[in-house]
Nanobody, 112 residues
Framework: QVQLVESGGGLVQPGGSTRLSCTTSGTTFSRDFVAWYRQAPGKQRELVAGITPGGATSYAEFVKGRATISKDNAENAVYLEMNNLKPEDTALYYC??????WGQGTQVTVSS
């Protein structure tokens, strides 16, 4: 059984930073495409960033220059670091492996 668990996030002031972590059991991130999605209240889930097994990364336009996705194969973990956070970044952030397996999400709230 594959499980993904997100952590990090919380309440962040505008302009601040956060680092989200995604760990897994039952699959191996070194062989998976792993991505972060987010969903704000009343909005559709949207892609934030993805990383291929080979380490190639991609980002949504709204986070380009403000986010870095990375992975640690030894720890079987994927991270999303976001800087210069804006109130519109407030959302539930999900980790997914192969767009098949999903975590429960971690809340990021950007507010003063």
């Amino acid at each position: 059984q594959v499980q993904l668990v997100e952590s990090g996030g919380g309440l962040v002031q505008p302009g601040g930073s956060t680092r989200l972590s995604c760990t897994t059991s039952g699959t191996t991130f070194s062989r998976d495409f792993v991505a972060w999605y987010r969903q704000a209240p009343g909005k559709q889930r949207e892609l934030v960033a993805g990383i291929t097994p080979g380490g190639a990364t991609s980002y949504a336009e709204f986070v380009k220059g403000r986010a870095t996705i990375s992975k640690d194969n030894a720890e079987n973990a994927v991270y999303l670091e976001m800087n210069n956070l804006k109130p519109e970044d407030t959302a539930l952030y999900y980790c997914t492996a192969r767009l098949v397996y999903w975590g429960q999400g971690t809340q990021v709230t950007v507010s003063s």
